[in-house]
Nanobody
Framework: QVQVVESGGGLVQPGGSLRLSCAAS????????MGWYHQAPGKQRELVAS???????TYTDSVKGRFTISYDDAKNTVYLQMNSLKPEDTAVYYC?????????????????WGQGTQVTVSS
């Protein structure tokens, strides 16, 4: 079994910063990539940023220059440093990971979601 658990959300004023963390645990063979999505009320869930095991990153245009995604291989943890936060960043942030696990002598890849963490940007 694999678990993906986020932490670090909260309430922050416009212009402030937050750092989200997402740790994967369980019978992990390898983590291929991890990413952060957000979902605002009444809107679809969309990708914010992602990072591969090799360190290649992608960002949605609205967060470029403000958010930074990073990965700690030793801890199986991905971080999202969010600076210069805006009210429109308010959403539930979800961690997503593509993880290989051992199953009956072979490796199979699964896609895993965390439970989500609320980020609210408001004065």
């Amino acid at each position: 079994q694999v678990q993906v658990v986020e932490s670090g959300g909260g309430l922050v004023q416009p212009g402030g910063s937050l750092r989200l963390s997402c740790a994967a645990s369980g019978s992990i063979f390898s983590i291929y990539d991890m990413g952060w999505y957000h979902q605002a009320p009444g809107k679809q869930r969309e990708l914010v940023a992602s990072i591969t095991r090799a360190g290649s990153t992608t960002y949605t245009d609205s967060v470029k220059g403000r958010f930074t995604i990073s990965y700690d291989d030793a801890k199986n943890t991905v971080y999202l440093q969010m600076n210069s936060l805006k009210p429109e960043d308010t959403a539930v942030y979800y961690c997503n990971a593509n993880i290989g696990t051992w199953y009956r002598g072979t490796v199979r890849t699964g896609n895993y979601w965390g439970q989500g963490t609320q980020v609210t940007v408001s004065s």
